[in-house]
């Protein structure tokens, strides 16, 4: 049985998962704080994480003995320095404490391996979209990926995040982008979806200009059709999105995919992932956004670091080859 910690972004993580995949806990506790500023304040998510990250531990720990464990995991990178140096010092702490081996964790590997919870098993292609990373990969094993492409500027929530502040709604934007857009009309206004990118990267830094234009263009009528605006900017994620899946998919002799990331929250992605004719796995929405039972989904396949050997474990921010 694996204890694993996230501490990445802004929420802080614990969650006990067994070798055979049963979740026997899952918690996260979301650090709201950070809605007034409109995005993550790095520093002020680390004190958070110091924190809670004891009383995350104790409840995911509930139901469930020290003596169970056989290995910590923890996100080593990528994300915030110092909010993921709260998670390995804690994971550092307590496996050290117990002689336990530690299992250092790279954080989109655990979103490609949340879909080993719900027993969606390799090959198959996944896109993973969330506040932080959007990128496309190919999974042939539970260790690892090959990325197939991956966005050049913002990620996909990112680009709904500042869309929704352009329309003047709340932080985080995807969700009150979405309600919105269900009134509006999605062709009102056709936004760019960078289809002149070849392969399979991503970019939606014109988008997010073009919203801002088109809002300055159309003064006070904006307010009037902020629902239209809205819809319009969903759509033209969502297609970017599925632009780049659907050119991946024609490549693979058995075309199956996964989504996972904050993003796969969206109604209209699921439902354009669904309409693509291929078996499509989107893991619970509590398993898509960042969790801890993803890094323990993802440590099961990796190989443990014994005690001592772990101590000088640093974490990294940047992406590095998973
Ligand atoms: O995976 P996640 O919880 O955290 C990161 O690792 O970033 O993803 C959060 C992102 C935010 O940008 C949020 O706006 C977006 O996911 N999101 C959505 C929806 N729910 C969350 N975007 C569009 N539609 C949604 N329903
Ligand atoms: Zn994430």
Redesign the pocket.
């Known amino acids: 049985m694996i204890l694993a910690l996230e501490t990445s972004?802004d929420?802080t993580c614990a969650a006990v998962v067994t070798r055979e995949g049963e979740i026997r806990s899952n918690v996260v506790s979301s650090q709201g704080v950070h809605a007034r500023f409109g995005g993550v304040v790095p520093e002020w998510a680390s004190r958070h994480h110091l924190e809670l990250v004891n009383l995350v531990v104790d409840q995911a720990m509930e139901g469930s003995s020290w003596d169970e464990l056989d290995a910590i995991a923890v996100t080593q990178g990528p994300g915030l320095v110092g909010a993921l140096l709260v998670g390995v010092a804690t994971a550092k702490g307590l496996a050290a404490s117990r002689r336990l081996p530690l299992i250092p964790v790279n954080h989109l590997q655990g979103h490609v391996a949340a879909n080993f919870l719900g027993g969606f098993e390799p090959p198959f292609l996944c896109l993973v979209a969330?506040?932080?990373?959007t990128f496309l990969a190919r999974v042939t094993d539970h260790r690892g990926y090959e990325t197939l492409g991956q966005t050049l500027d913002d990620?996909a929530?990112?680009a709904?995040?500042k869309g929704?502040r352009l329309l003047g709604l709340g932080y985080?934007?995807?969700?009150a982008?979405?309600k919105l857009a269900l009134e509006g009309d999605p062709t009102a206004f056709k936004f760019p979806i960078a289809a002149r990118v070849a392969g399979l990267d991503f970019s939606f830094a014109g988008l997010k200009t073009a919203l801002l234009y088109k809002v300055r263009d159309l003064g006070d009528e904006a307010e009037g059709l902020k629902a239209d605006l809205a819809a319009s900017y969903?759509h033209a994620i969502v297609e970017a999105l599925m632009l780049r899946v659907e050119r991946a998919l024609e490549g693979e002799n058995e075309p199956r995919l996964a989504i996972g990331?904050?993003?796969a929250?969206?109604?209209l992605?699921r439902e354009r992932a669904q309409s693509l004719g291929v078996p499509v796995h989107v893991p619970p929405h509590a398993l898509?956004?960042?969790n801890a039972a993803m890094i323990a989904s993802a440590a099961r396949y990796l190989e443990p670091t014994p005690y001592p050997d772990y101590l000088a474990l640093d974490a990294y921010a940047t992406k590095r080859a998973a």
């Open positions: 972004c929420d969330s506040g932080g990373h990620a929530g990112e709904f995040d929704a985080p934007g995807g969700p982008l979405s969903e990331g904050g993003v929250a969206n109604r992605l898509c956004t960042d």
